[in-house]
T-cell receptor, first 112, second 110 residues
Framework: NAGVTQTPKFQVLKTGQSMTLQCAQDMNHNSMYWYRQDPGMGLRLIYYSASEGTTDKGEVPNGYNVSRLNKREFSLRLESAAPSQTSVYFCASSLDYQETQYFGPGTRLLVL | KQEVTQIPAALSVPEGENLVLNCSFT??????LQWFRQDPGKGLTSLLL?????REQTSGRLNASLDKSSGRSTLYIAASQPGDSATYLCAVHDDYKLSFGAGTTVTVRA
């Protein structure tokens, strides 16, 4: 089992460009999450999907959109990147929304 | 709003010493608490999850306790090794989300 995989590992964008971060899990989990990690701010939830077909906002959803493509895949889209979105993005999944969360290796995003 | 605090922010110990990492949270209405390990430049690895009805959870050299009423959890790592050097994060589950502490960065000196 690969667990939770994320692509790309690293990306540089210019302000205003768009991109989609991909996440997939092979553990047959129902719930999936997107977090960002910033120095001094810790990990903060951007969006989550409690089950296939549902998505909800977390603490810091502004500037992002998500798609739960199927049970395995949950993508995060930046429509118009801003320097404030420079961060490390983690995808996570859990069997259900109060169970142990398993994290991917992260995507390092730099917005110039 | 749930606030999670981890003290100390950093800790350096000689190999073989036991580690004690503290986590406190402000709202005791939690579903469970999870401890993670993060190595530099890597993702988070789940170590232990303690349900709100449990007092402690053990896995190998790791033991985590939970006192919901006082809003505290402690992670004990016995007989530390250089490979235990990492940042340790605690996170509380309240409803749909995890609220994370800032972490304790541990260095185990050989």
């Amino acid at each position: 089992n690969a667990g939770v995989t994320q692509t790309p590992k690293f990306q540089v964008l210019k302000t205003g460009q768009s991109m989609t971060l991909q996440c997939a899990q092979d553990m047959n989990h129902n719930s999936m999450y997107w977090y960002r990690q910033d120095p001094g701010m810790g990990l903060r939830l951007i969006y989550y999907s409690a089950s296939e077909g549902t998505t909800d906002k977390g603490e810091v959803p502004n500037g992002y959109n998500v798609s739960r493509l199927n049970k395995r895949e949950f993508s995060l889209r930046l429509e118009s990147a801003a320097p404030s979105q420079t961060s490390v993005y983690f995808c996570a999944s859990s069997l259900d929304y109060q169970e142990t969360q398993y994290f991917g290796p992260g995507t390092r995003l730099l917005v110039l | 709003k749930q606030e999670v605090t981890q003290i100390p922010a950093a800790l350096s110990v000689p190999e073989g010493e036991n580690l004690v990492l503290n986590c406190s949270f402000t709202d005791s209405a939690i579903y469970n608490l999870q401890w993670f390990r993060q190595d530099p430049g890597k993702g988070l690895t789940s170590l232990l999850l303690i349900q709100s009805s449990q007092r402690e959870q053990t896995s190998g050299r790791l033991n985590a306790s939970l006192d919901k009423s006082s809003g505290r959890s402690t992670l004990y790592i016995a007989a530390s090794q250089p490979g235990d050097s990492a940042t340790y994060l605690c996170a509380v589950h309240d409803d749909y989300k995890l609220s994370f502490g800032a972490g304790t960065t541990v260095t185990v000196r050989a």
